[in-house]
């Protein structure tokens, strides 16, 4: 291990200067050279772009290295006041593409690798993506640092460095196939080990108390299991500005003597092996987008990732502010909460609540109503679910066998928490049973959501209904308590990668009619709107958007068998697959044309590509079927020389980051088709609009937002409302519905008699029963008849090209709001209150 700081006797070495690498084309041509040949000691012969991959992106990486030293001086010369991103996810995708669009020089580049001989296109596709997270909840973490660059904020990522991403998905015989994703393989240009920065972590154990030599009673956490852990820094690039944040990942490793005790014992066997379940903490993200509960393993990744972060900020501010010496302990932080505040990406960090008062009291010696006092300063807690089920709980019992400690702490904010209710709400025991942080039964369980909102001062949900729905159902207690605490934030998409980088073609149209502010400033593109009604705009953007459809092809090709034509229209449904989002209702609709096309229902038809995409939770049984089930239609509907280009059904597998990245600008019509009340809020529909899809949704999440800004005429709305489906929970009754439906019928008739499972019986049997469960908590069948009628919507208005060509610019037009530099100044506004950070720049 490093050690921190060179010896105090030796002078400062002169190795901090750094020179200032020029961005122009013949720079960037000979550093590259420079590092293919000695850095990486490649030559003409090696036929692996993966070297000039590496080679361009190490020459791209020093050009931010010398922007990220600047940041993080300004950062400490400054003092400033900071906030801090944890997450368990950062779903990062690609770093190139998006590293040199911010640093300004993509057409350097381009023609840099031009002059070279290289296809740049080519190297920008064989990075792996950096797939830290599970979906909307990860990628909503990766915009919101991307954001916070752009605008100049001081804010740090702090997640984990998993060895193995999310799972590549493959698909044999129509079922997902999970294969592990080791994106580390190659190794990673874009990290710097900072090993000087490394934590102990404390796991097992018990605690003893004591008395201080000031009388005060002190607990000890002894005993203990510890692991290291490492961390592993990620530039963060603003646009053109300057500005280079960190995203700090944390590694687990095991620590020195951890090999030393099992050595000494004499087994170097099982002394490798244990050093093995230390470093397994960090080895695996896991892949479920909703509760898996209990295991072991991911409450010590959540411990890990709150207990390393806070103890490096910790550790910063006193390196920073501990000229206190000389005063009791604990004087150093009376400006703490002043200067620093955190963001908990769900509850999987929240644990951070009682970590940040172990730190406080039993390390640095506070008070528990001074450390409490900071605690409740500096938290605030973003909630990403209205799903009752997937709210996370974890067992009293496990807490006090992996984090003692930390389980005393919460059963004493509870008393004191409880104690507050008590006094709100005399006697009113039924009350304190709800809102306890333990949930009693036959095991105890700690209610992680509500240790987050008691240890926070904000709690914010991701779009209006949400935020709505949160404060009267399942927060509703804590609403009333304390009302001022709630807020919404509704959430948004980076422009730079999901327009500006994604959208070339796009781009450059939209800049040749607005100018180019709308990069930094998506309102701008309000702009658009008079241009909806100049015909020759509406041929350019028409013409654009075809040849995105027909890069979209062109990039499925190798891998589909089926043919495409950019005459269709493209339908989307790209996400992880989940019974509230609705992929079912997405294939019953597919599943009808084809009947009418059997039938010869054909009169007026507008042929039709439905592309859905998403991985499955590798345990979630429905998911897994869905996904083949539409495998199985697809086959029976694409090999049909009757159905031919009328109707095509393709399964995008392995959805990722970079998958999206092609298919939202090649989509015509996006699929937000979830029960009422059960989306938090969604960005796929985000990254669609501002590409000029339009969409086809439910009043549910940002999807009624989205309708706002563009207008009811712009946007094609079917289904029950959230207050509607509560209702009809009463009395549902799916199969009444199937019988007065006669298009209906014919669908489940289809289904009934296994014509997509011929020599598979009863492969979709479950599927079939959930969907005429009158407990069926999706009610699919409620909203058929209205989908059925607002895709013929979308059929009538796709035929009219004109028209639909100006609801698309209309769509981009109003898309403004959904960039997350609005989300990420409303964070700021309300919550954070950091000040902006100019850096000097050439
Ligand atoms: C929890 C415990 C154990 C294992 C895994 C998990 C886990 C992991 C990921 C639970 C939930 C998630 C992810 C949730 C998520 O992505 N939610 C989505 O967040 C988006 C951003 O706010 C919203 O737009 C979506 O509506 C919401 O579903």
Redesign the pocket.
Known sequence: MPTKTFKKSQPKANITLLPHLGSGTEDIIADFKRNYSHRLGRDQNCRSPHYAYEALSLTVSDRLIERWKNTYNAYREQDCRRAYYLS??FLMGRTLSNAMLNLGITDAVQKAMYDLGLELEELVESEPDAGL????????AACFIDSCATLQLPVTGYGLRYEYGMFTQTIANGEQVEKPDHWLRYGNIWEIERSEFSYRIKFGGHTEKHTDENGHTRVCWLDTHDILAIPYDTPVPGYKNGTVNTLRLWKAAATEEFDLQEFNAGDYAESVAAKNTAENITMVL?P??????G?AL?LRQQYLLASASLQDVIAGWIHDHGHGRGHRQGHDFANFAEKNCFQLN?T?PSIAVAELMRLLMDVHGLSWDEAWKITRNTMAY?N??LLPE?L?RWSVNLFKQLLPRLIEIIFEINAHFLAEVSAHWPSDNERLRRMSLIEEGNEQHVRMAYLAIVGSYSVNG??EL?SKLLQQGLFRDFYELWPQKFNNKT?GVTPRRWLAACNPELSDLLTETIGDGWVTDLSLLQKLKPFAEDKKFRKRWHSVQQSAKQRLIDFKKQELDVDLSVNALFDVQVK?IHEYKRQLLNVLHVIHLYDRIKRGDTANWTNRCVLIGGKAAPGYFMAKKTIKLINNVSAVINHDPEIGNKLKLVFLPNYRVSAMEKICPGADLSEQISTAGK?????GNMKFMMNGALTIGTLD??NIEIREEVGDDNFFLFGLTEEQVEELRHHYDPVSIIQQDEDLQRVMMLLECGHFNQFEPGMFDAVIASLKSPQDPWMTIADFRSFIDAQKRVERAYKDQDRWTKMSILNCAGSGKFSTDRTINEYNQDIWKLTPVPIKHG
Not at 133 to 140: A, E, F, I, S, T
Not at 288 to 293: G, P
Not at 679 to 683: I, L, Q
């Open positions: 368990m996810e997270g599970n979906g909307g909840l990860g990628r909503l896991y479920n987008d909703a509760n898996e509960n295991k991911r769900d999987h973003t990403h679910t997937a996370e991701v779009a949400h959430n992880r989306e938090a809020s969604g960005t999440g940002a």
